[in-house]
T-cell receptor, first 120, second 110 residues
Framework: DTGVSQDPRHKITKRGQNVTFRCDPI?????LYWYRQTLGQGPEFLTY????????KSRLLSDRFSAERPKGSFSTLEIQRTEQGDSAMYLC??????????????????FGPGTRLTVL | GQSLEQPSEVTAVEGAIVQINCTYQ??????LSWYQQHDGGAPTFLSY??LDGLEETGRFSSFLSRSDSYGYLLLQELQMKDSASYFC???????????WGAGTKLIIKP
């Protein structure tokens, strides 16, 4: 399977604990995105990497959230001092740098299965 | 600010045609995308419109009118497996992120 993978698929933690999620994008994709999705809503953008550079971070993102993509391949998202409001599905997506008339680039993103976080 | 509006729910009959509308308000515009998401699954890219007009991909078509800040997704010959949520998303020139609508839940009845 050469799709986007995420680990773990589910995480239950207690309020105040730190959690870290991993994303492995499609190997030839240089663009990687993190989103958060709650029930009945569309994905909410968190941050974007092009290769190893973090080029954009949501202004809504608390400083408890940090993400890395150290070698331009896999990425990690860490949430420190988790709160109940952090409970959500965390989605990772990747895309290629090629833009076509049918999509590509930033518009055609390939998503992983997500990590469902529950904060008790 | 940036916002997208789409109906929260649409119901249709198997074999019929359904249209899901999306209106957007952005500071710039760089294309409208559509994604499908089944319950418990990840979003899957369906189509993209960078220019005005109709794009067709099998049973699915997507339309864009930039002057009206409006687009729609057309699903033909509906099948039960099309029951899912459908999201429109736009990117403007100023940043790299996609802005997503809240999604339209498509319910298909036999």
């Amino acid at each position: 399977d050469t799709g986007v993978s995420q680990d773990p698929r589910h995480k239950i933690t207690k309020r105040g604990q730190n959690v870290t999620f991993r994303c492995d994008p499609i190997s030839e994709h240089n663009r990687l995105y993190w989103y958060r999705q709650t029930l009945g809503q569309g994905p909410e953008f968190l941050t974007y990497f092009q290769n190893e550079a973090q080029l954009e971070k949501s202004r809504l993102l608390s400083d408890r959230f940090s993400a890395e993509r150290p070698k331009g391949s896999f990425s990690t998202l860490e949430i420190q001092r988790t709160e109940q409001g952090d409970s959500a599905m965390y989605l990772c997506a990747s895309s290629s740098g090629s833009v076509t008339s049918g999509g590509g680039g930033y518009n055609e993103q390939f998503f992983g299965p997500g990590t469902r976080l529950t904060v008790l | 600010g940036q916002s997208l509006e789409q109906p929260s729910e649409v119901t249709a009959v198997e074999g019929a045609i359904v249209q899901i509308n999306c209106t957007y308000q952005t500071s710039g515009f760089y294309g409208l995308s559509w994604y499908q998401q089944h319950d418990g699954g990840a979003p899957t890219f369906l189509s993209y419109n960078g220019l005005d007009g109709l794009e067709e991909t099998g049973r699915f078509s997507s339309f864009l009118s930039r002057s009206d800040s409006y687009g729609y997704l057309l699903l033909q010959e509906l099948q039960m497996k099309d029951s899912a949520s459908y999201f429109c998303a736009v990117r403007d020139h100023s940043n790299y992120q996609l802005i997503w609508g809240a999604g339209t839940k498509l319910i298909i009845k036999p």
